[in-house]
């Protein structure tokens, strides 16, 4: 299967589920969740849902979904579930990544 064609797969109207894990209110988690935020705003447009789980507050999330370093994304929806770790400031990969280059191709 070509790279381009696994966005064929993916529903342009689904509503995307996104957990960010984050440690605290640290100059990291809020810039991972402002870069997240721009991507969706950019991409996902209202498709999105982001839902932020301080480990700090709440230690026993992490193993649901076997956090080991923070902060980490997890898209939940579409499957497969997929992670990423870091601040997220690189949007081209974090594109890649989401894959959602194909979902805002249809959209718009």
């Known amino acids: 299967m070509e790279y381009s064609e696994q966005f064929e797969a993916l ?8 957990k960010l894990y984050v440690a605290g209110h640290t100059t990291r988690s809020i810039r991972a969740f402002e870069n997240l935020t721009q991507v969706c705003e950019e991409y996902l447009k209202n498709q999105y849902t982001i839902e932020v789980i301080d480990l700090l507050k709440n230690p026993h999330l992490a193993k649901q979904d076997q956090i080991i370093a923070l902060p980490t994304l997890v898209r939940k929806l579409p499957t497969p579930i997929k992670k990423v ?7 081209e990969k974090i594109v890649v990544w ?4 194909k979902v805002s191709t249809n959209a718009q």
Not at 85 to 91: A, H, V
Not at 98 to 101: A, Q, V
């Open 85 to 91: 770790i870091g601040d997220l400031s690189n949007q």
């Open 98 to 101: 989401l894959e959602i280059n």
């Open 11 to 18: 529903d342009p109207n689904s509503i995307w589920e996104l």
